[in-house]
C-alpha cells in the first residue's frame, strides 16, 4: 500500500520560505508516476499548487509559479515542496499526493497544517 | 471563485440517491478527465472516480460517474449516514495549464 507523510515546521514567518517534506512508502518516486502537492485554505477549497516527475520534469500553478520549487530525493523516496515570500494567505492545509497521467491523485498524505503568521 | 462549479450543498434521506453536478468549460471538463473525492470531516481528500466513470479497488459501486460535453456527474446510491462529507470534482484546465478543482459540495444525509 502507498503512504505518504508530510512534514515540516507548522509555523513560518511573513517573507519567509514555506518548507515541506514528504515521505513515500510502499513505491519508488523514481518508478513513475508524478507526485504533486495540493493545498486547502482553513474551510476552503482545493488548490493544486505542483507536481513532479522523477526524471525532474516539474510543472506548476501559474498562480503560484514564481513562488513555488518541488523537487525529488530518490535515495531517500521523498519529494519537497518550497514556497517563498509567504504571507497570510498561504496559511493552510498541505497534502502531498501521488498523481497520475489523467490528473488524479490516488493516493495522499494526512496533511501539513502550516501557519503563516509573526 | 472556482473554475468548476458546484453546488455548495445537497441532501438526501438514508438509502436515497443523490447527485453531485461539477460544470465547466470546453478547456477543462469538455476535453479532459475528471475525478471526484470524498472529505469526511478532519481527514485527507479521498479518490473515488477517475477518468470520468472508473472506480478504484475498494469504492463501492454505490458511487458512480458521468461526463457530458462540459459538465460532469458524481451519483450516490444507497446513502448512508457515513457518506456526510464535502465532495470534489477535478480535472485539468488546458487553457490555465493547470489542475483544477470545483468549490466543494456537502453533502447532508438526513
Known amino acids: 500500500q502507498v503512504q505518504l507523510q508530510e512534514s515540516g515546521p507548522g509555523l513560518v514567518k511573513p517573507s519567509e520560505t514555506l518548507s515541506l517534506t514528504c515521505a513515500v512508502s510502499?513505491?519508488?518516486?523514481?518508478?513513475?508516476?508524478?507526485w504533486g502537492w495540493i493545498r486547502q485554505s482553513p474551510g476552503k477549497g482545493l488548490e493544486w499548487i505542483g507536481s513532479f516527475y522523477h526524471s525532474g520534469y516539474t510543472y506548476y500553478n501559474p498562480s503560484l509559479k514564481s513562488r513555488v520549487t518541488i523537487s525529488g530525493d530518490t535515495s531517500k523516496n521523498q519529494f519537497s515542496l518550497k514556497l517563498s515570500s509567504v504571507t497570510a494567505t498561504d496559511t493552510a492545509l498541505y497534502y502531498c499526493a501521488r498523481a497520475t497521467r489523467s490528473d488524479h491523485f490516488d493516493f495522499w498524505g494526512q496533511g501539513s497544517l502550516v501557519t503563516v503568521s509573526s | 471563485q472556482s473554475v468548476l462549479t458546484q453546488p455548495p450543498s445537497v441532501s438526501a434521506a438514508p438509502g436515497q440517491k443523490v447527485t453531485i453536478s461539477c460544470s465547466g468549460s470546453?478547456?477543462?471538463?469538455?476535453?479532459?478527465?475528471v475525478s471526484w473525492y470524498q472529505q469526511l470531516p478532519g481527514t485527507a481528500p479521498k479518490l473515488l472516480i477517475y477518468e470520468n466513470n472508473r472506480r478504484p479497488s475498494g469504492i463501492p459501486d454505490r458511487f458512480s460517474g458521468s461526463k457530458s460535453g462540459t459538465s460532469a456527474t458524481l451519483g450516490i446510491t444507497g446513502l448512508q449516514t457515513g457518506d456526510e462529507a464535502d465532495y470534489y470534482c477535478g480535472t485539468w484546465d488546458s487553457s490555465l495549464g493547470a489542475v483544477v478543482f470545483g468549490g466543494g459540495t456537502k453533502l447532508t444525509v438526513l
Open positions: 510502499g513505491y519508488s518516486i523514481s518508478s513513475g508516476f508524478y
Open positions: 470546453s478547456s477543462n471538463i469538455g476535453n479532459n478527465y
